[in-house]
């Protein structure tokens, strides 16, 4: 019983770690949030230079004001269809953590909604459901003005094979 509710305490004190406020966005009707501390600018669509022999999700690269900067389609990268990009259609910028240090990357969402406050207690443990995202990829699940955000966990997202090809293209 004490193992059971020290694990409970655990989970508990992590969602309540979780709060703060996140950037949310829409993907294929779906709502989700970034945490704000990893979201660097939000800049709308713009001419992408494809890279060969890259992942399809990979969309290519950006030159953000002489840097470039790698770009993912995030409904591409969750094996979500396809889209034609709109005028709601933007990028958002964030940097991710790799093994030689920060990367600023790019994701393509459908749409940006707004910067939410989350709440610890509003913060919900992962459903272990099927679902078309991989959970491993989700920090938890917000509930907000009566609808539901996934948190994204967006240093998962990118896996380290991913990192790798964003790393070569850095350089």
Avoid at 62 to 82: A, Q, S
Wanted: charged share 25%; with cysteine.
């Amino acid at each position: 019983m004490g193992h059971a509710a020290r694990s409970l305490e655990q989970e508990a004190q992590t969602l309540h770690n979780l709060e703060g406020k996140y950037l949310t966005f829409t993907l294929a009707g779906e709502d989700y949030g970034l945490e704000i501390l990893k979201v660097r600018e939000i800049i709308g669509m713009q001419e992408i230079t494809a890279i060969p022999q890259t992942p399809p999700y990979i969309k290519g690269v950006i030159n953000l004001r002489g840097r470039v900067i790698p770009v993912i389609d995030l409904r591409l990268k969750f094996g979500l269809p396809p889209q034609e990009y709109g005028e709601r259609t933007c990028i958002i910028v964030v940097e991710v953590k790799t093994r030689v240090g920060p990367v600023q990357v790019g994701v393509v969402v459908d749409a940006v909604s707004e910067v939410l406050n989350v709440s610890g207690k509003d913060i919900e443990p992962t459903p272990a459901l099927g679902s078309q995202v991989n959970v491993r990829y989700i920090l938890g699940i917000a509930k907000a003005r009566g609808n539901i955000k996934i948190l994204l966990d967006i240093d998962r997202v990118l896996n380290s094979e991913e990192l790798a090809v964003l790393e070569t293209l850095e350089t």
